[in-house]
């Protein structure tokens, strides 16, 4: 079992940046791999980015390519979605999610866990 709670959301203007944090508890964190998704109002929950059990390997939704930038660090459990040039269309509320082996997928049903979610606005 893992659990996972976000945080560094925010409102920021266009053009700013954010930095969201997940913290993971239970064991054999180093062992998942771990994805960040979002949900705008009235919308689908969708991809974002993801990254492998070593930080080796990395995925980005094209809309985010190049500004996001994800990250982990196994010793402290935690991984990372570095958001510059923010745009108003990456509003919504961003979700942890960690997925038992060692495969970057996109796939929404394919992760096992998830968190709560942290809310980003960005104003224009």
């Known amino acids: 079992q893992v659990q996972l709670v976000e945080s560094g959301g925010g409102l920021v203007q266009a053009g700013g940046s954010l930095r969201l944090s997940c913290a993971a508890s239970?064991?054999?964190?180093?062992?998942?791999?771990m994805g960040w998704f979002r949900q705008a109002p009235g919308k689908e929950r969708e991809f974002v980015a993801s990254?492998?059990?070593?930080?080796?390997?990395?995925y980005y939704a094209e809309s985010v390519k190049g500004r996001f930038t994800i990250s982990r660090d196994n010793a402290k459990n935690t991984v990372a979605l570095q958001m510059n040039s923010l745009k108003p269309e990456d509003t919504g509320v961003y979700y942890c999610?960690?997925?038992?082996?060692?495969?970057?997928?996109?796939?929404?049903?394919?992760?096992?866990?998830w968190g709560q979610g942290t809310q980003v606005t960005v104003s224009s």
């Open positions: 239970g064991r054999a964190f180093s062992t998942y791999a």
């Open positions: 999610a960690a997925r038992r082996g060692s495969v970057v997928v996109i796939t929404r049903g394919e992760y096992d866990y």
């Open positions: 990254i492998n059990w070593s930080g080796g390997n990395t």
